[in-house]
């Protein structure tokens, strides 16, 4: 008669062997409300939508927060803790946070429709914690997909405007230019250089790129006053015509407050645009010396 064999398999396969039963087990060991393969009785996380790949205590994974979920936070803590390159693995695992088959993207990345490469929310890669494009008011403006939507196109600046130069009210012609994305506040002098009875008059145009929609508002001589004047339309251009009349025997030079607010749009650029000394005749005064 044989004898039986006894086969003495390593620790460590054994305990391989445990883990990759465990979910059967758990089922075996009685209700699994949200079926993910670990019973009711073990289940940390009961309600894990369906089809999420769960550990043997039935939290997501990814879950690095104890909230049940894989989200941006625990996208966060994972990013803290690594200290190098990831190593290459051949299929990606989803929802483990992880850039298992390193195609710099995080987690189903291979079949979430979005590029190898392309920017996403936050300045973070296609992952299952985002979609890809940027939110609202977020913009690529360097061009730089590696650090996604980097700019904050409404972040509401305080007024600390940036002084572009000064131009003549009331003589000759000038202008002065800038262009810049996002909000942002400019300074301009307007300047008397006619001793003659002649208003002093200047036109500020700023022009969206395609796509993207900024606004226009003026104040007078400094942050604190109010808005005099102001142009909101979804036209490539928006116009403001700042005047007000010589007063006799003083000088009449001031300073114009120039206030470019996002409206919408992806990233791009405006440019902003003071003419000097232009032909508002007939147009109200906007702003009293």
């Not at 189903?108 to 429709?113: E, I, P, R, Y």
């Not at 262009?179 to 036109?203: F, I, M, Q």
Request: charge should be negative; proline fraction near 7%.
């Amino acid at each position: 008669m044989k004898q039986k064999r006894r086969v003495l398999l390593p620790l460590a396969t054994t305990a391989a062997a445990a883990l990759a039963f465990w979910p059967l087990m758990a089922r075996a060991l009685g209700p699994d409300f949200d079926g993910d393969g670990v019973a009711d009785e073990f289940d940390d996380c009961p309600n894990t939508p369906a089809a999420t790949l769960v550990d043997a205590a039935g939290r997501p994974m990814g879950d690095l927060d104890g909230d049940c979920d894989a989200d941006l936070a625990d996208f966060d803590i994972f990013s803290q803790s690594v200290t190098g390159p990831l190593p290459p693995w051949t299929s990606e695992v989803c929802d483990d946070g992880l850039d298992n088959d390193d195609d710099q993207l995080v987690d189903c990345g291979d079949v979430d429709n979005c590029p190898v490469g392309a920017a996403c929310d936050q300045g973070l890669h296609c992952s299952q914690f985002q979609t890809c494009g940027c939110p609202p008011a977020y913009g690529d403006c360097d061009g730089n997909a590696g650090n996604g939507c980097e700019t904050l196109l409404n972040d509401n600046p305080a007024c600390d405007p940036a002084f572009l130069g000064f131009l003549s009210g009331d003589t000759g012609a000038g202008q002065l230019q800038v262009g810049g994305a996002g909000e942002a506040w400019y300074r301009v002098r307007l300047t008397e250089d006619n001793n003659d009875a002649v208003y002093l008059s200047a036109t500020v145009q700023l022009l969206s790129a395609p796509g993207t929609d900024y606004d226009l508002f003026l104040r007078c001589a400094a942050c604190g006053t109010s808005i005099v004047a102001s142009s909101t339309t979804t036209a490539p251009y928006d116009l403001v015509y700042p005047r007000w009349e010589d007063d006799w025997g003083e000088s009449d030079t001031l300073d114009l407050i120039i206030e470019v607010r996002w409206y919408s749009g992806a990233c791009g650029d405006y440019t902003l645009t003071v003419f000097g000394n232009t032909d508002l005749s007939a147009y109200p005064n906007t702003c009293n010396p």
